[in-house]
């Protein structure tokens, strides 16, 4: 340790203050969120294993730039609580002989508590007498735990991807130029596997004032952080970004169309964020806006503007993380960097409409989708037959010219100069190409929308056009991959099959009119393959993908706040139709909240437990009403002949919430049932006849969903 700070002053003697800093080359912005949640999360864990941690006192608060990670801790305990421990030994009668000498299970025990047999004591238990000794183990101070506590945080960081530098053998996201470690204005004794000591010096900004500023606690640090011209908390870059970002937009006479993402990732990659408003020529504005936005926000890291009206301007704001005395000349090279991809994209914006779409469809034979699968080509024409399905069944709400239109040329946009240039626009383009060969509206549309959703936050298709083509193309992606054992695993799904899935989950739960058995879908998909160019067999692939889809929707569902036991005991039904299953498991939710739901779930879990362990034959035997012993018997069979066709009809038609309120009413006559009748009668044809009248309770709620494996409420 070195002396303390002589500008430091102590706090209360039993806790304590520590600050670390991690200073390194720039973190990715994509990185550097997750690092600092980290690494709060991670000094929080090691101070509560090393018993330093002070629930409701200690205060631990961490931030970070591209350059640095940084926490802080203050009110820690500044020494661990003596440990005292109690070590049992042998019996007193197996302790000593009957001369009162020690043996050696005695002496042994002694032994292995460091002391001779006299400093052993008696411990008297309802079990008898006991030789014991107690261990006192003062605790450790908060400087001789820390650098081991550094050591398991600094090799703990989960980044997606480190490297070394040098020779050396540690591993990190980024090089670690310095570090500061003080506890209580002293220097922690600490290095790295590589020898980089810490201190008490930190960097300021890289360009603008660099340091080095000497700290001594977490005032000092954050004084020291302004003096280097460092903003070190993320929230206050985001908020001086888009208080910017408004305000230039305006100067220049319009709004600035501000994006979340663009926000963090520009905090992101900035100590000292700067905007600054560019231009660039309005010839580019012929150019489609999808265009020019991708350029500035996804390539540059630009802030569009746009009218009031919504139209795109010729200007653009940038942030620069560096104040110099004359911003016009870091302008000038933003509008420069911006001009040459602009320049490229009026190009091929140029080129591309030269030729029709469609004539592009043979070049797609010359990009392979997946090695297994075929060419985009191959895909193509598979995913032409299946929209053409799919536009079958959708009758008359759609034109199957238009679908099978917008599926022949879906896919020849990548083939494109533009989106050579800019993939993030396949899709976008090719309605575009579509539109200026005389396309209809719905193809164009469709064509468009058809990756649509690409995420869970990503909109749906607007058309049904849109929807039917997104699903062919999700479903034989879907289709292929399983067919081939291409599976999700718990890190990899290189096909983004989950988002596939949970895309077309989310268009069926959307929409209701469109009713598909996916079951028939996915052995029509399967067929739309070359004989053997799938490994595993259709049976295989249709219910592993089924099987993925009900997880898929399980995990929408719950996302949404349904349990998984509501779509539990609807899957057990082996149905196939999302939509479907989505209604019963809402009607289930609402289920839950009638008084009855309680005894009707517990009825319905007794007769599953009673007919499971029949050993009679009793799904083959005709319930015979003439052979009720009890008028309890009779009473059930009487309400459910008569509840029966109001549930059916509620059913066919979908009312799933009907169909339970009117099943709920039969509590009652179910409860009389189970305390008047005697199920298991010693009288075979007794027993087999209450059987089957309990069998036809189960298939009534069984119209809706197995009841029985609804989860009981509590209490």
Same mark, same amino acid.
């Given at each position: 340790?070195?002396? @303390?700070?002589?500008?430091? +002053?102590?706090?209360?003697?039993?806790?304590?203050?520590? /600050?670390?800093?991690?200073?390194?080359?720039?973190?990715?912005?994509?990185?550097?969120?997750?690092?600092?949640?980290?690494?709060?999360?991670?000094?929080? =864990? @090691?101070?509560?294993?090393?018993?330093?941690?002070?629930?409701?006192?200690?205060?631990?608060? #961490?931030?970070?730039?591209?350059?640095?990670?940084?926490?802080?801790?203050?009110?820690?305990?500044?020494?661990?609580?003596?440990?005292?421990?109690?070590?049992?030994?042998?019996?007193?009668?197996?302790?000593?002989?009957?001369?009162?000498?020690?043996?050696?299970?005695?002496?042994?025990?002694? +032994?292995?508590? &460091?002391?001779?047999?006299?400093?052993?004591?008696?411990?008297?238990?309802?079990?008898?007498?006991?030789?014991? $000794?107690?261990?006192?183990?003062?605790?450790?101070?908060?400087?001789? /735990?820390?650098?081991?506590?550094?050591?398991?945080?600094?090799?703990?960081?989960?980044?997606?991807?480190?490297?070394?530098?040098?020779?050396?053998?540690?591993?990190?996201?980024?090089?670690?130029?310095? *570090?500061?470690?003080?506890?209580?204005?002293?220097?922690?004794?600490?290095?790295?596997?590589?020898?980089?000591?810490?201190?008490?010096?930190?960097?300021?900004?890289?360009?603008?004032?660099?340091?080095?500023?000497?700290?001594?606690?977490?005032? #000092?640090?954050? @004084?020291?952080?302004?003096? &280097?011209?460092?903003?070190?908390?993320?929230?206050?870059?985001?908020?001086?970004?888009?208080?910017?970002?408004?305000?230039?937009?305006?100067?220049?006479?319009?709004?600035? *169309?501000?994006?979340?993402?663009?926000?963090?990732?520009?905090?992101?990659?900035?100590?000292?964020? /700067?905007?600054?408003?560019?231009?660039?020529?309005?010839?580019?504005?012929?150019?489609?806006?999808?265009?020019?936005?991708?350029?500035?926000? =996804?390539?540059?890291?630009?802030?569009?503007?746009?009218?009031?009206?919504?139209?795109?301007?010729?200007?653009?704001?940038?942030?620069?993380?560096?104040?110099?005395?004359?911003?016009?000349?870091?302008? @000038?090279?933003?509008?420069?960097?911006?001009?040459?991809?602009?320049?490229?994209?009026?190009?091929?914006?140029?080129?591309?409409?030269?030729?029709?779409?469609?004539?592009?469809?043979?070049?797609?034979?010359?990009?392979?989708?997946?090695?297994?699968?075929?060419?985009?080509?191959?895909?193509?024409?598979?995913?032409?037959?299946?929209?053409?399905?799919?536009?079958?069944?959708?009758?008359?709400?759609?034109?199957? %010219?238009?679908?099978?239109?917008?599926?022949?040329?879906?896919?020849?946009?990548?083939?494109?100069?533009?989106?050579?240039?800019?993939?993030?626009?396949?899709?976008? *383009?090719?309605?575009?190409?579509?539109?200026?060969?005389?396309?209809?509206?719905?193809?164009?549309?469709?064509? +468009?929308?058809? $990756?649509?959703?690409?995420?869970?936050?990503?909109?749906?298709?607007?058309?049904?056009?849109?929807?039917?083509?997104?699903?062919?193309?999700?479903? %034989?992606?879907?289709?292929?991959?399983?067919?081939?054992?291409?599976?999700?695993?718990?890190?990899?799904?290189?096909?983004?099959?989950?988002?596939?899935?949970?895309?077309?989950?989310?268009?069926?739960? %959307?929409?209701?009119?469109?009713?598909?058995?996916?079951?028939?879908?996915?052995?029509?998909?399967?067929?739309?393959?070359?004989?053997?160019?799938?490994?595993?067999?259709?049976?295989?692939?249709?219910?592993?993908?089924?099987?993925?889809?009900?997880?898929?929707?399980?995990?929408?569902?719950?996302?949404? &706040?349904?349990?998984?036991?509501?779509?539990?005991?609807?899957?057990?039904?082996?149905? %196939?139709?999302?939509?479907?299953?989505?209604?019963?498991?809402?009607?289930?939710?609402?289920?839950?909240?009638?008084?009855?739901?309680?005894?009707?779930?517990?009825? =319905?879990?007794?007769?599953?437990?009673?007919?499971?362990?029949?050993?009679?034959?009793?799904?083959?035997? #005709?319930?015979?009403?003439?052979?009720?012993?009890?008028?309890?018997?009779?009473?059930?069979?009487?309400?459910?002949?008569?509840?029966?066709?109001?549930?059916?009809?509620?059913?066919?038609?979908?009312?799933?919430?009907?169909?339970?309120?009117?099943?709920?009413?039969?509590?009652?006559?179910?409860?009389?049932?189970?305390?008047?009748?005697?199920? *298991?009668?010693?009288?075979?044809?007794?027993?087999? =006849?209450?059987?089957?009248?309990?069998?036809?309770?189960?298939?009534?709620?069984?119209?809706?969903?197995?009841?029985?494996?609804?989860?009981?409420?509590? &209490?």
């Amino acid at each position: 340790m070195l002396c @303390q700070h002589e500008n430091y +002053r102590k706090g209360p003697a039993n806790v304590a203050e520590f /600050l670390w800093e991690i200073g390194c080359e720039e973190i990715p912005a994509a990185m550097l969120a997750d690092g600092v949640r980290y690494f709060a999360e991670a000094m929080e =864990n @090691q101070l509560q294993k090393a018993g330093l941690y002070q629930p409701g006192v200690t205060r631990i608060e #961490s931030q970070g730039t591209p350059r640095r990670l940084m926490v802080s801790i203050l009110e820690m305990a500044n020494l661990q609580a003596d440990h005292v421990e109690e070590m049992r030994g042998p019996p007193l009668e197996r302790a000593f002989d009957p001369q009162g000498k020690p043996t050696k299970a005695a002496e042994g025990f002694a +032994r292995s508590c &460091g002391v001779g047999v006299a400093e052993l004591k008696h411990l008297q238990t309802p079990k008898g007498a006991y030789l014991c $000794y107690t261990i006192h183990r003062p605790g450790q101070g908060a400087s001789q /735990l820390l650098p081991g506590m550094m050591a398991t945080v600094l090799e703990g960081f989960a980044w997606p991807k480190t490297q070394r530098w040098g020779r050396g053998r540690m591993r990190f996201v980024r090089p670690i130029n310095w *570090m500061v470690a003080i506890l209580d204005g002293k220097i922690v004794d600490f290095s790295t596997v590589d020898g980089l000591k810490a201190g008490d010096q930190t960097q300021g900004h890289r360009f603008m004032a660099r340091g080095p500023f000497r700290v001594f606690d977490r005032e #000092s640090y954050r @004084q020291a952080m302004v003096a &280097g011209r460092v903003i070190l908390e993320i929230k206050t870059r985001q908020e001086m970004i888009e208080t910017g970002v408004h305000r230039l937009a305006a100067q220049a006479g319009g709004r600035a *169309m501000v994006l979340g993402e663009l926000l963090h990732e520009n905090a992101n990659l900035t100590e000292w964020p /700067l905007p600054l408003l560019g231009h660039f020529d309005p010839s580019y504005l012929a150019i489609p806006p999808e265009v020019l936005t991708t350029s500035m926000k =996804n390539h540059q890291k630009y802030f569009p503007v746009e009218d009031a009206h919504g139209a795109l301007m010729p200007c653009f704001i940038a942030i620069s993380n560096t104040e110099v005395p004359d911003p016009s000349l870091v302008i @000038q090279g933003y509008e420069r960097v911006l001009r040459a991809r602009l320049e490229d994209a009026a190009f091929y914006w140029e080129e591309d409409r030269k030729l029709p779409l469609e004539s592009r469809l043979d070049a797609l034979k010359k990009v392979v989708f997946q090695a297994k699968l075929g060419s985009l080509y191959d895909k193509t024409m598979r995913i032409v037959r299946l929209a053409t399905r799919l536009a079958e069944i959708a009758g008359s709400r759609v034109n199957p %010219d238009h679908v099978v239109s917008g599926a022949r040329v879906c896919k020849c946009d990548l083939v494109s100069g533009l989106v050579g240039q800019f993939p993030e626009l396949q899709g976008v *383009m090719g309605g575009y190409y579509a539109q200026h060969d005389g396309a209809p509206p719905q193809v164009v549309q469709a064509i +468009r929308e058809h $990756y649509r959703p690409q995420g869970a936050a990503d909109g749906l298709p607007t058309s049904l056009e849109g929807r039917l083509l997104s699903m062919a193309d999700k479903l %034989d992606t879907l289709v292929g991959c399983f067919g081939i054992g291409l599976v999700p695993t718990g890190t990899k799904d290189p096909f983004a099959l989950r988002r596939a899935a949970l895309g077309i989950i989310r268009m069926i739960l %959307d929409d209701g009119r469109l009713r598909l058995h996916w079951g028939e879908l996915c052995a029509w998909a399967y067929d739309s393959f070359p004989p053997g160019m799938l490994e595993n067999t259709k049976r295989q692939t249709v219910d592993s993908l089924i099987a993925f889809f009900f997880g898929r929707l399980q995990h929408h569902l719950k996302t949404d &706040g349904f349990d998984h036991d509501l779509i539990d005991a609807v899957q057990v039904l082996g149905l %196939d139709d999302f939509h479907d299953v989505g209604q019963r498991v809402r009607a289930l939710d609402q289920f839950r909240t009638l008084p009855s739901y309680g005894a009707l779930v517990a009825a =319905n879990k007794r007769i599953a437990n009673i007919l499971q362990k029949a050993g009679e034959d009793w799904r083959n035997h #005709s319930l015979d009403a003439a052979a009720f012993a009890d008028a309890a018997e009779g009473d059930l069979k009487e309400h459910l002949d008569a509840a029966a066709v109001t549930v059916q009809s509620a059913v066919r038609s979908g009312a799933y919430d009907e169909a339970l309120d009117h099943l709920a009413r039969l509590r009652p006559v179910i409860d009389a049932f189970f305390d008047r009748v005697l199920v *298991m009668d010693p009288d075979p044809a007794k027993r087999l =006849n209450r059987l089957a009248l309990l069998a036809r309770v189960r298939d009534a709620f069984q119209t809706v969903a197995d009841v029985s494996r609804l989860s009981a409420p509590e &209490g």
